[in-house]
């Protein structure tokens, strides 16, 4: 029996628009829900679910200053997410070079 597990894959990475949240916020100091509405292509509502989902996770700090249509949100990411996404990173990385170890066929195995 192999004692071989592919790499675990964090899948609350695993989405499209979150992976590109984190990215882009590893990159930069912050940004402000605007900005990344813009760079991620994604819908106002869409990408307010995706940042609550990664804040209530720890990944993302959200503040807020002002109200009403002045309103603005500025995201930054913390320890937690930046550790998160480089384990991530490592883990697909594992997953393109590590090789699936051949299986010994045994006569009564056939």
Do not use: W
Not at 72 to 90: N, P
Request: charged residues 25%.
């Amino acid at each position: 029996m192999s004692s071989f597990k592919f790499a675990v894959i964090n899948p609350l990475l695993h989405n499209e628009l979150r992976l590109k949240i984190m990215v882009a916020l590893d990159s930069l100091e912050s940004a402000n829900f605007m900005y990344l509405c813009e760079i991620t292509d994604a819908t106002r509502g869409n990408l307010s679910v995706q940042i609550t989902t990664l804040k209530d996770a720890g990944y993302l700090e959200v503040s807020k200053s002002g109200s009403g249509p002045t309103a603005r949100s500025v995201c930054r990411i913390t320890r937690k997410g930046h550790e998160a996404l480089l384990a991530y990173e490592q883990g697909l990385r594992r997953l393109f070079t590590e090789r699936v170890p051949e299986v010994e066929t045994k006569k009564d195995c056939i």
